[in-house]
């Protein structure tokens, strides 16, 4: 068990929490492997480059990494008061989320079985120094 009070081991584990601007989508209907490839575009580009990289890249997941992108973007605005033009992409990372199992029937009474991936999609923002 931890020591000290409930107070105290909150306070503590407030402190270490990252403070840096960031969005999640949880349960998006996209695979982790599709989404990868639009996020590895993005890592480490400032905001606005990220944004317009986004918003032109054919992908499906694009459409997605562009709303997250623009609510990361806010969400450092508006919470934080940070300046956009000094942001840019620290992290983004998509984790596999439950996957949705279906049935297709095949010849001879066989059934297939098709996945239907979910992901969670982080992105999170850092101010230059």
């Known amino acids: 068990m931890a020591k000290g009070h409930r107070s105290q081991i909150k306070r503590e584990r407030n402190a270490q929490k990252d403070t840096r601007p960031s969005a999640k989508l949880s349960y998006a209907r996209i695979s982790v492997q599709k989404a990868c490839f639009v996020l590895d575009a993005i890592r480490g580009k400032d905001a606005n480059t990220a944004l317009a990289i986004v918003t032109y890249n054919p992908r499906y997941g694009s459409e ?66």
């Open 64 to 129: 997605i990494i562009t709303k997250l992108l623009k609510s990361a973007i806010a969400n450092a605005e508006n919470n934080n008061g940070l300046d956009v033009n000094n942001l840019y992409v620290a992290e983004c990372y998509a984790g596999q989320a439950p996957t949705l199992k279906r049935i297709h029937p095949r010849a001879q009474g066989r059934a297939y079985r098709i996945l239907k991936r979910m992901s969670h999609i982080t992105i999170v923002l850092d101010e230059k120094e």
